[in-house]
């Protein structure tokens, strides 16, 4: 079985790198709105939670270059806030209250669904298309919904979530690579 899920990891990398073009774009989104003053906030269920809190820590702490904080935030984190808003509005609201409370036009909602079907998540990305936030998607072979709301959606192509959470990780890391890059080069 081991063999078997490397194959199978093997095979939907070699997959996703037909995403390499959108990549690069989405982190050309990512470092123009660091660098003008704008926000990154991120939000997903479950592993998907996992991934934006540590693609945020990355941007808000630091990826491998020594630089200034630069502002990200994971709406997964505050649990005061989470069951406030899934016990008065429902768990479909979790998100996109917080992107009406916390976004501004120019920052960037990056949603993270692996079947591309989370209610929330499609929620936060339809709100946040609506206040003129950038909206970027990391999902899976079924991203139309998903799509829908994005400027930028990244489809892994497969159906299996664990395949598809290993390279989101990996594209959040790549992500965010680019932008650290675009900052430190900006402050020479
Ligand atoms: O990490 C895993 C499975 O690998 C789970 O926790 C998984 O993230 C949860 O079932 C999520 O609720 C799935 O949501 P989504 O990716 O379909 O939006
Ligand atoms: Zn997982």
New binding site residues.
Partial sequence: MIAERMAEHEAVLQGTKALEPLLAAAGSMVSEALLTGHKILFC?????AADAQHMAAEIMGRFQAEREPYPALALTVDTSVLTAIGNDYGYEAVFARQVRGLGREGDVLVG???????RN?LAALAVAKKMGLKCLGFSGAKSEQMASFCDICLAVPSTV??RI?EMHIMMGHILCEIAETAIVRQKK
């Fill in positions: 997903g269920n479950g592993g998907s993270i669904s692996t079947s591309g079907t989370s998540v979530t664990a959470q």
